[in-house]
């Protein structure tokens, strides 16, 4: 009877220990699901808004060449439209990058990113001050994938 009630001490102590490794081990896989999941989410993030600006900035660009030029008012109207609406397509990506990244290095990256192609409509005096906008747009642009490479690698 001790050696039957032994047997069964030792069976339901080894289904505790199993149960609790597999808990342990889902628990692990979840956690790494996660992270997975999260870090493609930041990837799409970074991807999407240097997208984002880098169409705003050529928007930008034709749109300030076209006035510098004295093009026709309805074309530059429409080069107008086209630059509000990637302007408004940087929206999106991000809220997403402010939502899955909380590093203060890539947002300031991204602010200063955004920062410097929005104020190329300020840019539209010369040909220099517009070449001069752009160029400051791309270098923070660099800036930006340059801090979210550094973020996603370490």
Do not use: C, N
Not at 43 to 52: F, G, I, P, Q, Y
Not at 110 to 126: E, K
Request: proline share 2%.
């Amino acid at each position: 009877m001790v050696a039957t009630a032994l047997a069964v001490l030792g069976t339901l102590l080894g289904a505790i220990v199993s149960g609790a490794f597999q808990h342990r081990a889902a628990g692990r896989t979840e956690k790494a699901a996660r992270a997975a999941q999260l870090r493609r989410d930041q990837l799409e993030a970074v991807t999407a808004l240097a997208v984002a600006i880098s169409d705003h900035r050529s928007a930008m660009w034709v749109r300030g060449d076209a006035v510098l030029k004295g093009d026709p008012a309805d074309r530059v109207r429409d080069l107008q439209t086209r630059s509000h609406a990637t302007r408004s397509a940087v929206t999106r990506p991000l809220v997403a990058l402010r939502i899955h990244i909380t590093d203060p290095a890539v947002r300031s990256a991204a602010d200063d990113m955004v920062t410097a192609t929005f104020a190329m409509r300020d840019a539209y005096d010369s040909a220099e001050a517009l070449t001069a906008a752009r160029r400051a747009a791309l270098t923070a642009h660099d800036r930006f994938v340059d801090a979210a490479a550094t973020f996603l690698h370490a």
